[in-house]
């Protein structure tokens, strides 16, 4: 299995960028499909963007679409998250989540493997 671990939240004023990354361990990266998360307080977990195991396929969430960018780099067994045009209602705990599917995997269940999260908070 594969074992994620999330870096780079942290507090931001709105319209300031951030910088997640997700490194993996355990098996071949390149194996997986890896995809974003968030949570909100008091709301369920959302997806907000995907890349395909070549990470020449990426889906993203209208809510975070031209502001968002998925990347990967297969060298370093590292996806990223930039994160541009921050706004308060992207407030919340970020996850990281790997699949053995092939293309892009927006929904959570076909994720089998996460991280344990990291905080991004925007303030206004």
């Known amino acids: 299995q594969v074992q994620l671990v999330e870096s780079g939240g942290g507090l931001v004023q709105a319209g300031g960028s951030l910088r997640l990354s997700c490194a993996a361990s355990?098996?071949?990266?390149?194996?997986?499909?890896m995809g974003w998360f968030r949570q909100a307080p008091g709301k369920e977990r959302e997806f907000v963007a995907t890349?395909?195991?070549?990470?020449?396929?990426?889906n993203y969430a209208d809510s975070v679409k031209g502001r968002f960018t998925i990347s990967r780099d297969d060298a370093k067994n590292t996806v990223y998250l930039q994160m541009n045009s921050l706004k308060p209602e992207d407030t919340a705990v970020y996850y990281c989540?790997?699949?053995?599917?092939?293309?892009?995997?927006?929904?959570?269940?076909?994720?089998?493997?996460w991280g344990q999260g990291t905080q991004v908070t925007v303030s206004s």
């Open positions: 890349a395909s195991r070549s990470g020449t396929i990426k």
């Open positions: 989540a790997a699949t053995t599917a092939p293309g892009i995997r927006p929904r959570e269940y076909e994720h089998g493997y």
């Open positions: 355990g098996r071949t990266f390149s194996n997986y499909g």
